[in-house]
Nanobody, 126 residues
Framework: QGQVTESGGGVVQTGGSLRLSCTAS????????MGWFRQAPGKAREGVAC??????????FYADSVQGRFIISTDNAKPTLYLQMNDLKPEDTAVYYC?????????????????WGPGTQVTVSS
């Protein structure tokens, strides 16, 4: 339960787009906070986006650095979490992680998420 796996990373040029996907076994997408975090070399991990399940209002949040460029969404039928990343910049280069926090709402505090995927590398070339 709570096994998380990301996919969809890769290398893209500045201004390009990528879509990350995340599956989480045994997770009720209606009662969970699903977050995307990233960590660039030499930098601390940071929250990128988070979406609440219906039980927590279905709201979503973005870091200021990605607001207007990234879109977080879920397909509860699959169930899968997505992060559509548009207008990518070199500073978006990082390992991106998906994290699940069952029975609770979004928070930007990484340790509050018990379940993490292994991460997927996103590299944006200039």
């Amino acid at each position: 339960q709570g096994q998380v796996t990301e996919s969809g990373g890769g290398v893209v040029q500045t201004g390009g787009s990528l879509r990350l996907s995340c599956t989480a076994s045994g997770v009720d997408f209606d009662d969970v906070a699903m977050g995307w975090f990233r960590q660039a070399p030499g930098k601390a991990r940071e929250g990128v986006a988070c979406i609440n399940g219906k039980a927590h209002g279905g709201s979503y949040f973005y870091a200021d650095s990605v607001q207007g460029r990234f879109i977080i969404s879920t397909d509860n039928a699959k169930p899968t979490l997505y992060l559509q990343m548009n207008d990518l910049k070199p500073e978006d280069t990082a390992v991106y992680y998906c994290a699940a926090r069952m029975g609770a709402p979004c928070t930007s505090v990484g340790p509050a998420y018990p379940h993490w995927g292994p991460g997927t590398q996103v590299t944006v070339s200039s």
